[in-house]
């Protein structure tokens, strides 16, 4: 199970988790990402997808805590992961096998950025802790059409 991973993230986002088996399937087996390395016996694990990187720890309240207010479910109020995958098809496959809900169903997207529209699909999904994932699959970019300018 265990990845190597080519490069490491200079960014890696830790989330604190109720079950870590329970986000180790929903993270790897249905979202597709590899355990790097994992720590057991401190519940703790380091994923890898095609370069996106994350970790997991299960919430240990005996532990040094570094939550900075009361940890209260969903855990994932505030945030959004984007997480790019070669093929989203095969993602929602899994989800829809496990009875995974999807927070948003599959959607062609453009977003613009100066002069250039970037496309994906993209759906959104809840992991069992409420963290947002955007599961992307990149369509390219494409020139924003400029409509004709009146003299």
Known sequence: MNQAVGQWAKLVPELIVSDISSSLDFWCDLIGFC??????????????????????????????????????APYGRGINFQIEVSDIHAVIQRLKMAD?????????????ADAVAFGQLQFLVLDPDGYLLRVIEDLGERPIQQPDQID
Request: glycine share 2%; net charge negative.
């Open 100 to 112: 995974w809900p999807l927070f948003i169903a599959l959607e062609e997207r453009w977003y613009t």
């Open 35 to 72: 355990v790097v390395y994992n720590r057991p016996l401190e519940k703790f694990a380091y994923l890898n997808l095609n370069g996106a990187q994350i970790m997991l720890e299960q919430y240990n309240d005996s532990d040094r805590a570094w939550e900075t207010a009361k940890l209260e």
